[in-house]
């Protein structure tokens, strides 16, 4: 994928991953900024609260 993300100085080629993992059998999801969240009793909890991180992402910016 190419694109340019707002902070980004200039376009780049952006690839996307499963941001989803699993540490000594927890769940977990990685961002962005290199962090990691978590851990998630499910996937469906993991997916909620990516959404919910996107969200705050998304405010903090605008």
Not at 14 to 28: A, I, K, M, P, T
Not at 34 to 50: W, Y
Request: aromatic share 10%; net charge neutral; charged share 25%.
């Amino acid at each position: 994928m190419y694109g340019m993300r707002v902070q980004d100085p200039a376009p780049a080629m952006h690839f996307r991953s499963d941001r989803l993992c699993r540490v000594n059998g927890e769940l977990f999801f990685s961002t962005r900024e290199n962090t990691l969240e978590g851990p998630f009793d499910s996937l469906e909890k993991a997916q909620q609260e990516i959404r919910a991180y996107i969200a705050r992402m998304q405010l903090q910016s605008a």
